[in-house]
């Protein structure tokens, strides 16, 4: 399975600025994935981030708070913007091999105060 | 809509003492049902895919079984490292990949 990196691990922001979470590869993939687990909560699908195109996005998440990038076949990038305490979740990346299956990151633990 | 229920919420057994985690769902054509292990602090683990009804996976002490209507995870023997949270996911046929998770089972195995 492919070896998922997410940069940083963990980060305390102050209210109302933003962070711009990595995800990196070590082979190329087609699909890549943001989701989101807040406290004590299961994981729910933000956005598929696709390469070359605007990433499409789930209900109740918007692009302006949440913006992705892809840039290429292993790289990726989800921004939270404006944050809230709200917003205080684990930001984990996933891709999908060619069985199907999706393979998760270590995630990124984010506190706003 | 797609929805998973896990039962129980919290489990706790003594080593060695087998049991069973029960994942139900609802889903509009069902393109595979999906176990995965969390372990605190780290991203979810893949365990099994299973794809139709009636169809069983295996791995070490553990053993996925899937229904029209649900998935058992049966855990055999069990020991202190298989302590964790287990989540299950389905994903729809026309879902586009979008996995749908269950709030998980927080498994606890005593020594």
């Known amino acids: 399975s492919a070896v998922i990196s997410q940069k940083p691990s963990r980060d305390i922001c102050q209210r109302g600025t933003s962070l711009t979470i990595q995800c990196q590869v070590d082979?190329?993939?087609?699909?890549m994935f943001w989701y989101r687990q807040q406290p004590g909560q299961s994981l729910t699908l933000i956005a598929t981030?696709?390469?070359?195109?605007?990433?499409?996005?789930e209900s109740g998440f918007v692009i302006d708070k949440f913006p992705i990038s892809r840039p290429n076949l292993t790289f990726s990038t989800l921004t939270v913007s404006n944050m809230s305490p709200e917003d205080s979740s684990i930001y984990l990346c996933?891709?999908?091999?060619?069985?199907?299956?999706?393979?998760f990151g270590p995630g990124t633990r984010l506190t706003v105060l | 809509e797609d929805q998973v229920t896990q039962s129980p919420e919290a489990l706790r057994l003594q080593e060695g003492e087998s049991s069973s985690l029960n994942c139900s769902y609802t889903?509009?054509?069902?393109?595979?049902l999906f176990w995965y292990r969390q372990d605190p602090g780290k991203g979810p683990e893949f365990l099994f895919t299973?794809?139709?009804a009636g169809e069983e996976k295996e791995k070490e002490r553990l053993k996925a079984t899937l229904t029209k209507k649900e998935s058992f995870l049966h855990i055999t023997a069990p020991k202190p490292e298989d302590s964790a949270t287990y989540l299950c996911?389905?994903?729809?046929?026309?879902?586009?990949?979008?996995?749908?998770f269950g709030q998980g089972t927080r498994l606890t195995i005593n020594p």
């Open positions: 996933s891709v999908e091999d060619l069985s199907d299956t999706q393979y």
């Open positions: 082979s190329q993939v087609t699909m």
């Open positions: 981030a696709n390469q070359g195109s605007e990433a499409t996005y």
């Open positions: 889903v509009s054509g069902l393109r595979g």
């Open positions: 299973l794809y139709s």
């Open positions: 996911a389905v994903q729809a046929v026309r879902g586009a990949q979008k996995l749908v």
